[in-house]
């Protein structure tokens, strides 16, 4: 089983960026689509972003769309998603997944996946935005 490793979290003002990252304990075990989700206290967890590998396709919750980028450096197989004009609920402790090796759900799957189904968690970074 792959473990993922997220890292890039802290404290941020409003307005202000991050970027996380999220690297895999082992290299050579490939996805068809990963992405990167949060939860908020008190709130259920919610998609974030995924991105289809193949080609690069890549969704994203409305509530980030124009704010955020995920992409993959494809060479160590890490995962990023960078943060702009953060806001205070963006606040949340941010999680990145992935589908097991062999699983292809399609583009149309990855985009699907906003809404769950990943087989690999990280233990999630603490975001935090101050007003």
């Known amino acids: 089983q792959v473990q993922l490793v997220e890292s890039g979290g802290g404290s941020v003002q409003t307005g202000g960026s991050l970027r996380l990252s999220c690297s895999p304990s082992?290299?050579?075990?490939?996805?068809?689509?990963t992405g990167w989700f949060r939860q908020a206290p008190g709130k259920e967890r919610e998609g974030v972003a995924t991105?289809?590998?193949?080609?690069?396709?890549?969704y994203y919750a409305d509530s980030v769309k124009g704010r955020f980028t995920i992409s993959r450096e494809s060479a160590n197989d890490t995962l990023y998603l960078q943060m702009n004009d953060v806001q205070p609920e963006d606040t949340a402790t941010y999680y990145c997944?992935?589908?097991?090796?062999?699983?292809?759900?399609?583009?149309?799957?990855?985009?699907?996946?906003?809404?769950?189904?990943?087989?690999?968690w990280g233990e999630g970074t603490l975001v935090t935005v101050s007003s």
């Open positions: 991105l289809y590998t193949p080609d690069e396709s890549s």
């Open positions: 997944a992935r589908l097991r090796t062999g699983r292809n759900s399609g583009r149309l799957g990855c985009q699907r996946s906003l809404l769950g189904g990943m087989d690999y």
């Open positions: 082992r290299y050579g075990d490939h996805t068809y689509c």
